[in-house]
Structure formats: C-alpha cells, structure tokens
C-alpha cells in the first residue's frame, strides 16, 4: 500500500512539473485533470469516499470544462 | 486613511494568530478527548438517522452552511456566465460538430444521468450527494449541448434553479414552525435507519441541491455555448 502512494505521489509531482512545459493550452489543461483525478485516488485509499467522488467530479471535470470554456472565449496571443 | 484601514486588518489578524499560538500549545482540545467528531459520531444515527455521517453533518449539523455553500456557487456561476458573455465578436463560432462526439454522448447520456441520479438519491446512505451528484448531470449536458445533440431554451434552467433554491429555503423555514424550532430542524419522521426512505428532510435536502447545482452549471454551459454558436 505505501508503495503504491508512493507511486501516486510521484505520478502527481510529475504531471504537475510537466504541465509548465506543455506549450498547448489546451493540453496543458488535460493534463492538470490527471492531478485531481490521482488526488481523488488517493482520497480513497485515505477512507473519504465523500471527498473522492467530489474531487473526481469537480476536479476533473468542471475544473476541465470551465478552464476550456475561458481559453476559446479569450483571444490567444501572437507568437 | 488607507494605510489606517491596512494597519488596522493587519493588526487583527496579527492579535488572532498570537491568540491562536498562545492556546494551541496550552488548551488543545483534541489532545484531552473533546472534540465534535468524537461526539457526532456518538450520536448522529439517533439524532439524524442518516447512515451517512458526512451527509449528516453536511445537511444536518451544518445545514445553513450548505445554504451558503449553494449561495456561493450561484454567485459564481452568475459571474462566470457575465464574463464568458462578454468580449468582442470575432471568435463566434468555436463549436464544431464532431461525429464521434455526437454518437457517444448520445449513447453514454442516459448512463451519466443515472449515475447522478444514483449519487443524489443514495446521499444520506452511501458516499455521494447533491454537490457531486449534480456536477455529474451536468457534466453529460455540458457534452451534449457541446456537441449539438440537444438544444434547450436556458429560461427553462433557470426558472427551475429558482424554484429549487426556494424549496431549499422553504425546507428551512418549515423547520421554524416545529416544536423544538431551528432552521433546516429535521422535522420529518426519521423512518427505519439505512432504508432507502428514511432520514426526514435530509434526501430532499439533497435532492434540491442536486437540482439547484445541475441546473446552474447547464446553465453556465448554455450561456457561453449558445454564444459561440450563433454565426
């Protein structure tokens, strides 16, 4: 069991250092989902399955919807 | 004047992060045995009969915070719509139809309903409840919308989310009126504990937040997407 947090740590700090350098947004977006949804793991193994289905539904996919919602309604800048 | 209201903040909040140092090393509840969580878990199957202890404190113990809690996310919702609303014209038309998308949503839209409809009524049993629940539902109408499958006039969203925070409140008020009188008291008959009916107003409670978060997200959705469709 702690090796598998363990693992789930470092998925977590890697996609988050990876996320910055990502040039597309919108996959840059994609990929900060996979932080709530691992969080939302380890919620689980944590016994807060209350915390776990919020963090799965609001953290991967509002957060995801919303974030999408504001780059295509912004303008993107010129290189 | 300014730097009178700065210095002042500062202070309090200076004044409150001593008073917090100060006692947490000489009066720490946890540390003796007093503590809430100690004592709802002693008594929330008798007093909310909610199988759920989460639920029971979200809905029961801290109900108005949920009002609150819903309040807040209507706010958002509001400000976030005016924002996506606005702005120039020329990226009209972002949407584009995509088959799969289409054909999948299609397929898969009964199933997350369910899902959320499964979240919200089993509240008060199993893990789950109105916030998550809703955000579900409104995840498949977000994709579907997205996707050109279906089209609903938004005043219908609206006119529902009203009527879900008024029932909400009413639910609250109706506590006012019984003997032992609060707002949000649990004033319904408790019924046999861990059946599905059973809990007084606790699954209603979650019903309509589950109703009042879904709809405002659609809502969300239908105002910046009805925009970007228009040509």
Same mark, same amino acid.
Not at chain 2, 14 to 26: Q, W
């Given at each position: ?9 470092? %998925?977590?700090?890697?996609?988050? %250092? ?10 840059? %977006? ?19 399955p209350d ?29 | ?21 100060? &006692? ?16 709802i878990l002693k008594n929330f199957a008798n007093q909310t009969g909610s199988a759920n202890a989460v639920t029971s404190v979200v809905v029961s ?15 958002? !919702? ?10 120039? &014209? ?28 499964y979240v919200i009524s089993h509240g008060h049993l199993s893990p789950g409840g109105?916030? #998550? ?30 009527? !879900? ?14 003997? #032992? ?5 649990n004033?319904m008959p408790k019924g046999i504990f861990g059946n599905m009916i059973s809990a007084g107003i606790i699954p209603l409670v979650y019903a ?12 969300? !959705?239908? &105002? ?8």
């Amino acid at each position: 069991m702690l090796y598998l947090v363990l693992f789930l740590f470092t %998925i977590m700090i890697v996609t988050a %250092i990876a996320i910055m350098f990502i040039k597309d947004i919108s996959g840059a %977006i994609i990929v900060t989902s996979i932080i709530s949804l691992v969080a939302s793991v380890l919620f689980l193994i944590m016994a807060a399955p209350d915390v776990a289905i919020t963090e799965a539904s609001i953290g991967s996919a509002l957060t995801l919807v919303v974030f999408m919602l504001a780059v295509f309604k912004t303008q993107r800048g010129k290189k | 004047m300014r730097k009178f209201f700065t210095f002042v903040l500062l202070s309090g909040f200076a004044f409150y992060v001593i008073s917090f140092v100060g &006692n947490s090393t000489t009066n720490n509840c946890a540390s003796k045995g007093i503590s809430v969580g100690t004592e709802i878990l002693k008594n929330f199957a008798n007093q909310t009969g909610s199988a759920n202890a989460v639920t029971s404190v979200v809905v029961s113990y801290r109900g108005l915070d949920t009002l609150g809690e819903v309040t807040v996310l209507f706010l958002s !919702a509001i400000a976030l719509s005016l924002l996506l609303s606005a702005g120039s &014209n020329k990226n009209k038309s972002f949407l584009r139809r995509s088959f799969i998308l289409e054909k999948g949503i299609s397929l898969m839209l009964p199933f997350i309903t369910l899902v959320g409809i499964y979240v919200i009524s089993h509240g008060h049993l199993s893990p789950g409840g109105g916030f #998550p629940g809703g955000v579900i539902i409104a995840t498949g109408l977000f994709t579907a919308i997205a996707s050109g499958l279906i089209k609903i006039n938004k005043s219908i969203f609206s006119v529902i989310e009203g009527l !879900a925070g008024l029932t909400f409140v009413g639910l609250g008020i109706m506590g006012l009126t019984n003997e #032992p009188s609060s707002f949000l008291y649990n004033f319904m008959p408790k019924g046999i504990f861990g059946n599905m009916i059973s809990a007084g107003i606790i699954p209603l409670v979650y019903a309509v937040v589950g109703v009042k978060v879904a709809s405002e997200l659609t809502t969300l !959705a239908l &105002n910046s997407f009805t925009y970007g469709e228009e040509k």
